[in-house]
């Protein structure tokens, strides 16, 4: 059956068109392919769409390209998305290097590429996030790292633009939140070409204001991202990181991140968020002096009660203290009250009596046992004395006759010997020299004793003489012997 | 409590504060002798007083940092934000 020239039975005679001239469809699709696998290798700018990933099961990528008025099919395999620096994701602006190819089972076209990288914002996005994970790793971004800013900086500079609307922001915002905060407005370009250059010169410049100020804010108003770009310079997050005083970035608008807020020691999403977060507001301010007022009347209350708590305290202990004494006091006296010396007087002299009695009693006893002893003892001597004389009478008898014998012996026994004597003494003293003497005769000494011989002398020799009465002395004046005298 | 106290016209409004903060602790701690509780406190409220007239009257301190033409930097008094809450777009 046919309508209009369709077969609509779909049991087609053989093809009787050949001689026309037309190609079947494996050599139409055929010859397109040719067309273009004879492109060669080129690289397409597009953004990503409709991008889920790897297939689950064959790990290859099918997605699409577009641009403003065109789209195609993209295939990357699965070896090729291996080698991948980044994960493709909807909206990514990438170059793809590739080629065409024709899938001649449904003569669908793709693109397919084998390598592809970011361009445009995303590239610079992605070098964004490798400087990031560059300074990260040096450790720029460290907690540790980040410096407390004090809760009421009261003293601030801000590094901005003067001309836009972000310093009267800044202004206005401490304002009305906090006066006492003194601004110090240090101006920069922030964006466009030496922006980077200018606002490192700016945190320098801030940093060495005397005195310095407790904080600097680094902030910008909001931007496309590449106007934001200024703050992802990495020489100038390594001012910030390096600035001798704390920074707080306030840079675009949530969600805008960007390598300075990274490395400050305070992120605030804007430079309003910034200003307020440097010092508390005014009422804040009044809720604490506030509470301290309170605390300081309280504080003193609690002095003067604790003072008057423990007055009381010290009163009740010397109350008690005194009354512990007073009554260790009265029983010490009574118990002295109570000594029978004290209420009985007398008592010790009784005693003494008493005691001296028994003293007497005890003497007069032992008195009179001596005695009897004493008596006894004498007795048995006696009687023993008497025995002991008994035998003295005899004795005594034969003493006097022995006495009266030897009177007797005695003189018998002298008388003869005086006799006797009577007679030696006369002979004696008729023999006597003295009695020589007394006759005249007298008797020579020299030198040697008596001289019996003149020779014995010669003159000058000393002379003496015995005579019957005395001695005389002389000296030898001559020498006269017998012989000489016969001779002569 | 031995050092000479400043007056207290001449502190900033963050040392007021801080040496306020100082004299609470000290009187809460309860370790102050009776009569330095009291030079304590009358310090304390004199403060207080001082930093409230300042929160009631304090007006915005703005200069900006302009290199000289031989290059030094000098603060330049510049002037407060404006008093209008109105938001100029």
């Given at each position: 059956m046919r309508v209009n020239g369709w077969n609509l039975t779909g049991t087609a005679s053989a093809p009787s068109n050949a001689d026309r001239g037309a190609l079947s469809v494996s050599q139409a699709v055929d010859m397109a392919a040719g067309a273009l696998d004879a492109i060669p290798q080129i690289t397409v700018l597009g953004e990503v769409t409709g991008f889920r990933g790897p297939n689950a099961r064959s790990g290859h990528c099918y997605f699409q390209i577009k641009d403003d008025s065109c789209a195609m099919d993209c295939i990357i395999w699965k070896g090729s998305y291996a080698k991948r620096t980044f994960d493709l994701r909807d909206g990514m602006q990438v170059h793809l290097t590739g080629q065409f190819n024709l899938y001649k089972a449904v003569g669908k076209m793709s693109f397919v590429a084998r390598s592809f990288a970011l361009a445009g914002e995303g590239l610079l996005r992605q070098q964004v996030a490798e400087l990031a994970a560059k300074l990260q790793r040096e450790g720029l971004m460290d907690d540790a790292r980040k410096r407390r800013i004090p809760a009421f900086c009261s003293r601030v500079a801000v590094v901005t633009s003067l001309s836009g609307a972000v310093i009267d922001d800044?202004?206005?915002?401490?304002?009305?939140?906090?006066?006492?905060?003194?601004?110090?407005?240090?101006?920069?370009?922030?964006?466009?070409?030496?922006?980077?250059?200018?606002?490192?010169?700016?945190?320098?410049?801030?940093?060495?204001?005397?005195?310095?100020?407790?904080?600097?804010?680094?902030?910008?108003?909001?931007?496309?991202?590449?106007?934001?770009?200024?703050?992802?310079?990495?020489?100038?997050?390594?001012?910030?990181?390096?600035?001798?005083?704390?920074?707080?970035?306030?840079?675009?608008?949530?969600?805008?991140?960007?390598?300075?807020?990274?490395?400050?020691?305070?992120?605030?999403?804007?430079?309003?968020?910034?200003?307020?977060?440097?010092?508390?507001?005014?009422?804040?301010?009044?809720?604490?002096?506030?509470?301290?007022?309170?605390?300081?009347?309280?504080?003193?209350?609690?002095?003067?009660?604790?003072?008057?708590?423990?007055?009381?305290?010290?009163?009740?202990?010397?109350?008690?203290?005194?009354?512990?004494?007073?009554?260790?006091?009265?029983?010490?006296?009574?118990?002295?009250?109570?000594?029978?010396?004290?209420?009985?007087?007398?008592?010790?002299?009784?005693?003494?009596?008493?005691?001296?009695?028994?003293?007497?009693?005890?003497?007069?006893?032992?008195?009179?046992?001596?005695?009897?002893?004493?008596?006894?003892?004498?007795?048995?001597?006696?009687?023993?004395?008497?025995?002991?004389?008994?035998?003295?009478?005899?004795?005594?008898?034969?003493?006097?006759?022995?006495?009266?014998?030897?009177?007797?012996?005695?003189?018998?026994?002298t008388g003869r010997a005086a006799s006797e004597l009577a007679a030696q003494a006369g002979k004696l003293d008729a023999l006597s020299p003295l009695k020589v003497l007394s006759r005249g005769y007298s008797i020579a000494y020299g030198e040697d004793g008596v001289a019996t011989r003149a020779g014995a002398f010669a003159p000058g020799d000393a002379l003496r003489v015995r005579m019957a009465d005395g001695m005389v002395c002389g000296t030898v004046s001559q020498v006269e012997s017998n012989e000489d005298r016969t001779e002569n | 409590m031995a050092e000479e106290k400043k007056k207290v016209e001449e502190l900033s409004y963050k040392e007021a504060s801080i040496e306020l903060e100082g004299i609470i602790r000290s009187l809460e701690s309860g370790e102050l002798e009776l009569e330095e509780s009291l030079e304590c406190y009358t310090r304390g409220v004199e403060l207080l007083k001082s930093l409230r007239t300042r929160l009631a009257d304090a007006e915005q301190k703005v200069s900006v940092l302009m290199a000289d033409i031989d290059g030094a930097d000098a603060l330049v008094p510049a002037e407060a934000a404006s008093d209008e809450d109105a938001l100029r777009f």
């Open positions: 800044v202004k206005r915002t401490l304002r009305r939140r906090n006066p006492l905060v003194e601004l110090i407005c240090v101006g920069s370009k922030v964006q466009g070409e030496g922006a980077p250059a200018e606002l490192i010169e700016g945190l320098r410049r801030a940093a060495s204001i005397d005195p310095a100020p407790d904080c600097i804010l680094l902030v910008r108003g909001g931007g496309s991202f590449e106007d934001l770009m200024t703050f992802n310079d990495e020489a100038l997050a390594r001012a910030v990181a390096a600035c001798p005083v704390p920074v707080v970035t306030g840079i675009g608008h949530e969600p805008d991140n960007s390598i300075c807020d990274m490395v400050g020691d305070r992120r605030c999403s804007t430079p309003t968020a910034a200003a307020e977060s440097v010092a508390p507001s005014m009422a804040e301010l009044a809720d604490v002096l506030e509470a301290r007022s309170h605390r300081l009347c309280r504080a003193l209350d609690a002095t003067v009660l604790a003072g008057n708590a423990a007055l009381d305290t010290a009163s009740r202990r010397a109350d008690r203290a005194l009354g512990a004494h007073l009554a260790r006091l009265r029983m010490a006296l009574d118990a002295a009250a109570s000594r029978p010396c004290l209420t009985r007087p007398d008592a010790v002299l009784e005693q003494r009596g008493a005691d001296l009695d028994m003293t007497q009693d005890r003497l007069v006893a032992a008195g009179t046992r001596m005695q009897h002893r004493m008596r006894e003892r004498l007795d048995v001597l006696a009687s023993r004395f008497e025995g002991s004389t008994s035998g003295l009478a005899p004795l005594r008898h034969e003493l006097a006759l022995s006495a009266s014998r030897l009177e007797h012996a005695g003189a018998a026994m | -």
